[in-house]
């Protein structure tokens, strides 16, 4: 059974370029529902962490140099189906080969600073929520605390 609930980030270069809102109403239009929501500035650490599974790649360091550059906005997002929803809405990580009206062909300025992170399994969702989230960070539809399994 597929997961209700994915996680995103909104990366330094579309926050600062003031693209938080107009991503926000996307995800909201495409009928996702915010349960988490926080902006931050990660650590240098917290990114090794978050991306190391990539830390064997040659991007590896610009890439965690770049997710450190600025503040972040964390959500947990909830939907049927929502991994796959998610990676529909936001498009390829190549915002040139991304379809047109999907976040990254809009707002992305590059491969590299391509606006948004989107988990690309439940399970990685499940383990992403949870590095970033404590379960009383989390909340229902009707706005009680506290979403406590996923």
């Not at 399970?123 to 009383?136: D, L, P």
């Given at each position: 059974m597929k997961s209700n609930y994915t996680f995103t980030i909104i990366k330094p270069g579309a926050v600062s370029n003031e693209h938080i809102g107009p991503i926000l109403a996307m995800i909201n239009k495409a009928g996702f529902h915010i349960t988490a929501m926080k902006l931050i500035r990660l650590s240098v650490r917290q990114a090794q962490v978050f991306y190391e599974v990539h830390k064997d790649r040659p991007f590896y360091g610009e890439l965690v140099e770049f997710m450190t550059s600025g503040p972040v906005v964390v959500a947990i997002l909830e939907k049927a189906n929502a991994v796959e929803e998610y990676r529909k809405l936001i498009g390829a990580t190549d915002p040139s080969k991304a379809e047109?009206?999907?976040?990254?062909?809009?707002?992305?300025?590059?491969?590299?600073?391509?606006?948004?992170?989107?988990?690309?399994?439940?399970?990685?969702?499940?383990?992403?929520?949870?590095?970033?989230?404590?379960?009383?960070?989390?909340?229902?539809?009707?706005?009680?605390?506290?979403?406590?399994?996923?």
């Open positions: 047109d009206g999907t976040i990254r062909k809009m707002f992305a300025e590059s491969i590299q600073k391509n606006a948004v992170h989107g988990s690309d399994s439940d399970e990685n969702a499940k383990q992403e929520m949870n590095f970033f989230f404590a379960r009383t960070e989390r909340f229902n539809r009707d706005g009680s605390c506290c979403v406590m399994e996923y």
